[in-house]
């Protein structure tokens, strides 16, 4: 999971500046010189993922809504790779970000916790690899949108995704976020 999550975000710390700041984590963390900066670099990137959760969900519905097929064709595989792009920036950063900071720290912290910890961490990275397999499947779609039998891939996909964001709040949560 990670290497192929790897490869695929490869382009998030490789991109050029301009790039980089649309990417909430490069261009919007509080400086470094300001006291108790860690902590509040933590959470801010925690609240603005969190919002990009909202972009997840909002993209989802649209789609799973009926109201893509209302769409052109080019404007449904817009819409689809937007979601795709919008949902491997979010398993990125929350792999790469959030639990690289959060769950590390809290795992020295919380010995009591370390078995919850990690069961829930491991039950997150089946979501990921249903987000990988996801866009792995729609990069199979040139330019046309994929037909009905799709939808049970987004079904299948949003319920997985359902239950990470439950997983991830009970994490948060644990590490006092």
Do not use: M, N
């Given at each position: 999971m990670d290497a192929r999550l790897a490869t695929r975000t490869h382009k998030l710390t490789t991109a050029p500046a301009q790039e980089q700041s649309q990417c909430f984590t490069h261009k919007l963390?509080?400086?470094?010189?300001?006291?108790?900066?860690?902590l509040e670099a933590c959470e801010f990137l925690v609240s603005k993922w969190r919002l990009q959760r909202i972009e997840v969900r909002r993209l989802l519905l649209q789609v799973l809504s009926g109201e893509l097929l209302t769409f052109a064709p080019a404007d449904q595989m817009?819409?689809?790779?937007?979601?795709?792009?919008?949902?491997?920036?979010?398993?990125?950063?929350?792999?790469?970000?959030i639990y690289g900071r959060i769950l590390p720290r809290k795992l020295r912290a919380d010995s009591d916790r370390h078995a919850l910890l990690q069961h829930?961490?491991?039950?997150?990275?089946?979501?990921?690899?249903?987000v990988l397999t996801f866009n792995d499947r729609l990069q199979q779609f040139d330019n046309a949108p994929p037909g009905p039998a799709f939808r049970q891939v987004?079904?299948?996909?949003?319920?997985?995704?359902?239950?990470?964001f439950a997983l991830e709040e009970q994490l948060l949560e644990l590490c006092g976020h």
């Open positions: 963390l509080p400086s470094p010189g300001r006291a108790g900066c860690e817009q819409t689809l790779r937007a979601l795709c792009s919008e949902l491997i920036d979010y398993v990125s950063i929350g792999h790469f970000e829930i961490f491991q039950s997150i990275g089946k979501s990921t690899d249903a987004l079904i299948r996909l949003s319920r997985a995704l359902l239950l990470r």
